[in-house]
């Protein structure tokens, strides 16, 4: 087993360093240019300095962080060419549609493809109140619809946004280009199949990009965005993880056509698959975030009864020196508990062993302070409050 990984520098590695431009330079004024006439090269070079420079726009209740928003939009005003759409798939109380609609509306060179599509099926769900009460928003009952008030608050965008109450489970979208594809709403085996199987052959190649929300995440279902990444690895370049966030961003440099697409069911991934998968994985993120996926990959293996490699996995994950955080730790025993072959595994109950494993493991080792993934976490968690609620913002304010 390679543990490299902990050591690794906190400067993020991609798997494969980029040896041709990223996105196509800046051209005609039909093509995806900066601000100032820089390339999206220029862009990414530069988005340091616009994380820190950017503020959350008012009324961008969301569960996404300032840094990702300031990627979204900046992608939007500097980057976007309007070869394609933009599509944003889970966009909850719109957070991440309104910033993309801010870089839009500032961006006067793409002529064309000039829509957002943002997509949810805008019901409530009780694991929503904790961020719409952080944001002070309107209560919901479980069930209700919140699609009137996501529509009208993006209303100030006109046309720039179309705010679709769609089930990705069984929507087909048009066949239109996508020039950017920011998905969050992977949180199933069977929604991750449906969205790449729908949406990943209408991605340009070479030119579109693809923003996996959850990737730095450490829920089970998240090894979703990190074992098709890797199966489709053919087609993406990693382009950029958006700093203490989960979001990591890939170029399409291949396109897809429906009979390349390879299986995609959680039991076509061996053991030895898994191994690889997360050795490219975990290189796409930045190092005090590897462990989330490190998480991701146990609940994976536990999940689809691979006790062996779980159990080799967990004892990797509990010799390392660096303790977890509560809530991890949590996920690491729900994961256990909810493995059948691990209660079947031998005689006795290797559950209560593992578990007491963990509870050792979680005494030895103090709490990570709240710095690098752990405030990503509280990222994801809790930056839904945005500032307080004021005018509608001008669409074509920045
Ligand atoms: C974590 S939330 C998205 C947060 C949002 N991107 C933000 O930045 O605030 C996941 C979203 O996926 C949506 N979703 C889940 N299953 C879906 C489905 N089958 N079709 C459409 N949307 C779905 C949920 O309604 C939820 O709003």
New binding site residues.
């Given amino acids: 087993m390679n543990w490299s990984f902990w050591k690794k520098p906190s400067l993020i590695a991609p798997p494969s360093s980029p040896t041709v431009p990223l996105l196509s330079r800046a051209g005609s004024s039909r093509e995806g240019v900066g601000r100032a006439g820089r390339s999206a090269e220029d862009w990414l070079t530069a988005l340091p300095r616009g994380y820190r420079k950017y503020k959350r726009p008012a009324r961008a ?4 962080s300032r840094n ?1 928003l300031c990627f979204l939009e900046t992608y939007a005003r500097d980057v976007f060419t309007g070869q394609g759409k933009i599509v ?6 719109g ?2 549609t309104l910033s993309l609609a801010r870089g839009l509306a500032a961006n006067t060179r793409a002529l064309n493809h000039r829509t957002i599509q943002a ?5 409530w ?1 009780p694991w ?1 109140d904790e961020s719409a009460r952080k944001a002070s928003l309107p209560r919901y009952l479980p069930g209700q619809s919140f699609y009137e008030d996501v529509k009208q608050l993006l209303r100030p965008f006109g046309s720039l946004v179309s705010v679709e109450k ?4 069984e ?1 087909v979208p048009p066949p239109e280009p996508i020039e950017l594809l920011f998905i ?2 992977m ?1 199933s085996w069977d ?1 991750a199949q449906k969205i790449i199987s729908s949406f990943f052959p209408l991605l340009i190649a070479g030119k579109s990009c693809v923003v996996q ?1 959850d990737f730095a995440w450490y829920n089970s279902v998240i090894a979703t965005n990190h074992l098709l990444m890797w199966r489709l690895r053919d087609h993406f370049q990693w382009m950029h993880h958006v700093p203490n966030s989960c979001s990591v961003a890939f170029l399409c440099t291949k396109g897809f056509t429906a009979s390349e697409m390879p299986s995609l069911s959680p039991d076509s991934f061996t053991v030895e698959m898994v191994e690889e998968a997360y050795d490219y994985c975990r290189n796409c993120v930045s190092s005090d975030m590897q462990i989330v996926l490190e998480i991701a990959k146990l609940g994976f293996l536990l999940s689809q009864a691979h006790v062996r490699a779980a159990h080799q996995q967990m004892e990797r994950l509990a010799a390392s020196t660096r303790g977890l955080p509560e809530h991890m730790l949590e996920e690491v025993r729900r994961a256990v508990r909810g493995c059948p072959a691990a209660k079947a595994e031998s005689a006795g109950d290797p559950v209560v062993t593992w578990l007491a494993e963990i509870e050792a493991w979680a005494s030895t080792k103090p709490a990570p302070k709240r710095r690098g993934f752990f405030r990503s976490w509280r990222a994801k968690e809790s930056t ?1 409050a945005a500032p307080s609620p004021v005018a509608l913002p001008d669409p074509k304010a920045r």
């Fill in positions: 209740y969301g569960m996404t990702e944003d798939l889970g966009c909850w109380y957070a991440t997509i949810d099926l805008f019901e769900r929503m769609r089930d990705l489970l929507y969050d709403a949180k929604l929300q839904c």
